[in-house]
């Protein structure tokens, strides 16, 4: 019999826990999302918005014949993609409304709506956001014109009681949010976007972000908004070298988020925020590689590519990112243009993946104690450590108990 020294078995030993520390530390499960027909070279696939049940919307090529083209799909864990007839859709409610250009898709009952532009003004009107109630908000022209700089345009809103209409907001080019409440956010001065402003639907009160800031402008956006009323957005002042994310609310103010580790530029651009204060968007290596962020007030601002294992992926940003925590965006690697992700954090009790804890997680549970090869054979998407439910840092039959207690809590 072969025998290894005590040093060896030291280092093996050394190494297994490098290895588990590892995968315990990893706080994201990497799903990638690529476009619907895998083999063509020049494949894009983009994932926009998730909503708080899961399901992601966004814009992939997609073959039709001999052609490539692209479609609307929305997505969720279990089901995958599923292309829809209405273009590039960039927002999603939670009860499943899709919002793109000039239409509304309902995914449960497969209803696709054709909105109206409003007398006087001109296509293209794109939408941007619904909320749950079937408001969608967006942008329209005000010419049968070239519009590069983003400048001949207004904002835009549509619901089915009170049909389409602009907002009275001085310089305001586009709606990009809306709260189910009827809080609407948007923009100012064509694609630059100087400034942001956010809009109350009830009250018909509305004030400009830079407003809240003391300084000259240069730029302050706003760029997502929660029910309470919290926005998020980023600011640059003075030269514009340096450019800040920021999250104020009625309550607490103006909360400017600590700009990244010196291994990357002075310059956070958010893209979203969920109820918890986690912001997500996007931070720039020296090189200005663009690179995802996730950013909360315990951490700090994170690389997300540093927080998974993506298998040679790279993160270039985040769009989305809901109250369970679940991020979305895109990046590249592994062929064609650009693909997209999902980030899903680990869920003790989840073992079928599904983001919810309940007896359908029975069975999985019981394969991920018989062993990792049997549990990944049978659900190779899912992560076996929320088998480890006394986080321990073991996935074994201490965990039993405390996962019937988990079941009767739910």
């Keep these: 019999m072969t025998r290894t020294s005590p040093a060896a078995r030291i280092a093996a030993w050394c190494l297994v826990q490098a290895l588990a520390a590892t995968v315990v530390a990893e706080e994201y499960r990497f799903h990638l999302v690529d476009a ?4 063509y070279g020049l494949r894009e696939c983009y994932i926009y ?13 997609y073959q039709y014949g001999s052609s490539i083209s692209y479609s609307g799909f929305y997505w969720s864990l279990a089901a995958g993609k599923t292309a829809v007839g209405i273009s590039w859709p960039h927002g999603i409610s939670d009860n499943g409304a899709l919002a793109g250009v000039a239409q509304l898709y309902d995914i449960p009952s497969g209803q696709l709506t054709t909105v109206p532009i409003v007398p006087g003004y001109y296509y293209p009107l794109v939408l941007s956001d619904v909320n749950d109630a079937g408001l969608a908000v967006g942008s329209m022209q005000i010419c049968n014109c070239s519009n590069s700089q983003g400048v001949l345009q207004v904002p ?15 310089g305001a080019k586009g709606a990009s949010h809306v709260t189910n409440t009827g809080l609407v956010i948007g923009w100012t001065g064509g694609n630059s976007q100087p400034d942001g402003y956010v809009y109350d639907l009830e009250t018909g009160q509305y004030f400009y972000v830079s407003s809240l800031f003391a300084g000259p402008n240069i730029q302050t956006t706003v760029v997502d908004i929660e029910e309470d009323g919290t926005i998020v957005g980023n600011r640059r002042e003075q030269n514009g070298q340096v450019s800040y994310g920021y999250t104020w609310s009625p309550v607490s103010g103006v909360t400017l988020l600590p700009l990244p580790s010196p291994d990357y530029q002075p310059y956070v651009k958010p893209t979203s925020i969920n109820a918890h204060g986690v912001v ?12 995802a962020f996730v950013y909360d007030p315990g951490n700090g601002i994170r690389d997300l590519n540093l927080l998974t294992n993506t298998a040679g992926f790279t993160l270039m940003t985040a ?5 369970a925590g679940w991020i979305v965006g895109y990046g590249y690697g592994g062929g064609g243009m650009y693909k997209s992700y999902v980030l899903v954090p680990p869920l003790a009790g989840d073992l079928n993946c599904d983001a919810a804890v309940d007896v359908l997680d029975i069975n999985p549970f019981i ?12 659900y190779p998407e899912c992560d076996i450590m929320n088998a480890d439910v006394n986080a321990d840092g073991n996935a074994d039959v201490l965990d039993i108990n405390p996962f019937v207690a988990l079941l009767s809590q739910n």
């Excluded at 918005?49 to 090529?61: E, F, K, L, P, R």
């Excluded at 997500?280 to 690179?291: D, L, M």
């Excluded at 394969?367 to 049978?378: D, N």
């Design 280 to 291: 997500v968007g996007t931070i720039f290596t020296p090189t200005a590689s663009s690179r």
């Design 319 to 323: 769009t989305a990112v809901n109250d």
């Design 49 to 61: 918005d998730i909503n708080n049940n899961g399901v992601a919307c966004g814009t992939s090529t």
């Design 367 to 378: 394969t991920a104690l018989s062993g990792p090869a049997a549990y990944a054979q049978q």
């Design 156 to 170: 835009y809103l549509w619901d089915a009681v009170n049909g389409a209409r602009t907002l009275p907001v001085p």
């Design 36 to 39: 619907f027909t895998t083999t």
